[in-house]
């Protein structure tokens, strides 16, 4: 299977740089690349080896396998469950409901799919700052560092309408700032992840083409709040990623990626956060493929009584996790 003998290449990549590769020094802090004519997507960094770079600039991710600690992870699970039964408080928190299950009358973690803008929770915050996690963040950032998006995922058991689903997209599409090769994604398994519960699935390389149309799919169950997809790539063979508890998958902005239902009885929860280099700077969307989920976040803002521009939403979502403040 396609899915399988990735995997085993991805992992075939993932030994620790030797000790040569330490004396290296970033020395291209924002645009990477040009001092090393091999290597666009990734920066010179002790923490990427030469066949782990390569391995990301020709497919846009990477699996680093038990870079988060079960014992955190098992808090992340705690907080979220005593999250949504409201026994802590949300702060800036906003928790997303499975539509699906709302209609059913699900509650608590049988109802919510995501907690989003987790970045100053006082538990949550721990992963946000590992500082093993962010040294692999450097490598695609650079030194100065901000937490940009910052999410929980939990897939509840499907209700039956394929709803846990996450369509096939590019995260570039919700993001108003650049350069694209200095944004990444971390994406921690906080339990084994696989076909059965709803894994990530790729479409390896996609990372260098542009950014495409995106929209709600037309599917039959229909599709939960603000989850676009790239159209016309339903079709496409993906690589499924199997992940094991506290393994972290780094990827490319652009990277097309979605994720399977949970078939299972059980709970398929992962902790993410997209990283930017603190010197990104923030685009103008109007009149671009962007401007549609703009006006989709802006709109979400308003309702909430808060009426923001795009921009000052990633703003407020932002926190410097290492280095220097910039222009982001
Ligand atoms: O965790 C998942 O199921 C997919 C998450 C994802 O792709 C996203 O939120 O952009």
């Given at each position: 299977?396609?899915?399988?003998?990735?995997?085993?290449?991805?992992?075939?990549?993932?030994?620790?740089?030797?000790?040569?590769?330490?004396?290296?020094?970033?020395?291209?802090?924002?645009?990477?690349?040009?001092?090393?004519?091999?290597?666009?997507?990734?920066?010179?960094?002790?923490?990427?080896?030469?066949?782990?770079?390569?391995?990301?600039?020709?497919?846009?991710?990477?699996?680093?396998?038990?870079?988060?600690?079960?014992?955190?992870?098992?808090?992340?699970?705690?907080?979220f469950?005593?999250l949504c039964?409201?026994?802590?408080?949300r702060?800036?928190i906003t928790l997303m409901k499975?539509?699906?299950?709302?209609?059913?009358?699900?509650?608590?973690?049988?109802l919510y799919n995501k907690a989003q803008?987790?970045?100053?929770?006082?538990?949550?915050?721990?992963?946000?700052?590992?500082?093993?996690?962010?040294?692999?963040?450097?490598?695609?950032?650079?030194?100065?560092?901000?937490?940009?998006?910052?999410?929980?995922?939990n897939?509840?058991?499907?209700?039956?309408?394929?709803?846990?689903?996450?369509?096939?997209?590019?995260?570039?599409?919700?993001?108003?700032?650049?350069?694209?090769?200095?944004?990444?994604?971390?994406?921690?398994?906080?339990?084994?992840?696989?076909?059965?519960?709803?894994?990530?699935?790729?479409?390896?390389?996609?990372?260098?083409?542009?950014?495409?149309?995106?929209?709600?799919?037309?599917?039959?169950?229909?599709?939960?709040?603000?989850?676009?997809?790239?159209?016309?790539?339903?079709?496409?063979?993906?690589?499924?990623?199997?992940?094991?508890?506290?393994?972290?998958?780094?990827?490319?902005?652009?990277?097309?990626?979605?994720?399977?239902?949970?078939?299972?009885?059980?709970?398929?929860?992962?902790?993410?956060?997209?990283?930017?280099?603190?010197?990104?700077?923030?685009?103008?969307?109007?009149?671009?493929?962007?401007?549609?989920?703009?006006?989709?976040?802006?709109?979400?803002?308003?309702?909430?009584?808060?009426?923001?521009?795009?921009?000052?939403?990633?703003?407020?979502?932002?926190?410097?996790?290492?280095?220097?403040?910039?222009?982001?």
């Amino acid at each position: 299977m396609l899915g399988a003998e990735r995997l085993t290449v991805i992992r075939g990549h993932l030994k620790r740089p030797s000790a040569s590769a330490l004396e290296i020094t970033p020395t291209n802090a924002v645009y990477g690349g040009q001092e090393d004519k091999y290597f666009r997507y990734t920066l010179p960094s002790p923490f990427l080896n030469d066949d782990q770079r390569q391995f990301y600039e020709e497919n846009g991710f990477i699996v680093i396998p038990k870079l988060i600690e079960d014992e955190l992870l098992d808090q992340f699970s705690e907080r979220f469950i005593n999250l949504c039964d409201g026994r802590v408080p949300r702060g800036g928190i906003t928790l997303m409901k499975d539509v699906s299950l709302m209609k059913k009358g699900a509650t608590g973690e049988r109802l919510y799919n995501k907690a989003q803008d987790i970045v100053y929770d006082e538990v949550f915050e721990k992963y946000f700052f590992h500082p093993k996690l962010l040294d692999y963040v450097s490598a695609f950032t650079g030194p100065n560092i901000k937490a940009v998006h910052t999410m929980l995922i939990n897939k509840p058991p499907d209700a039956g309408s394929l709803t846990s689903r996450h369509p096939l997209h590019q995260d570039l599409y919700y993001f108003p700032f650049r350069p694209e090769d200095r944004i990444v994604a971390a994406w921690t398994a906080m339990e084994r992840i696989n076909v059965d519960n709803g894994c990530l699935v790729v479409l390896p390389g996609t990372h260098k083409g542009r950014l495409h149309q995106h929209d709600y799919p037309k599917w039959e169950g229909g599709v939960n709040k603000a989850y676009h997809g790239v159209l016309g790539h339903d079709d496409y063979k993906t690589v499924a990623l199997t992940m094991e508890k506290g393994d972290t998958v780094f990827f490319h902005p652009l990277l097309i990626h979605g994720s399977g239902a949970n078939m299972t009885n059980g709970f398929r929860k992962a902790i993410s956060s997209h990283y930017a280099a603190s010197e990104c700077y923030y685009i103008d969307v109007k009149g671009t493929l962007q401007e549609n989920i703009s006006k989709e976040i802006e709109e979400m803002a308003k309702k909430k009584g808060i009426p923001l521009t795009m921009k000052e939403v990633w703003q407020l979502r932002s926190r410097l996790v290492r280095g220097e403040e910039g222009t982001l």
